[in-house]
């Protein structure tokens, strides 16, 4: 059978779990924090 067509070990399942979440977690904050920051400068803009 091809190498490529094994299941993964046990730990680089892991380690794509955690990558994701973390990827994940990291667009969810960075999202937060745009939607928080740019009402403001947006309305500041719109008055000059």
Do not use: H, Q, Y
């Not at 990558?19 to 309305?43: H, Q």
């Amino acid at each position: 059978m091809a190498s490529f067509l094994k299941a993964p070990e046990t730990a680089s399942k892991w380690s794509t779990l955690v990558a994701v979440c973390l990827g994940l977690g990291m667009l969810m904050i960075d999202t937060f924090v745009v939607n928080v920051a740019f009402p403001p400068s947006a309305a500041t803009s719109m008055r000059a």
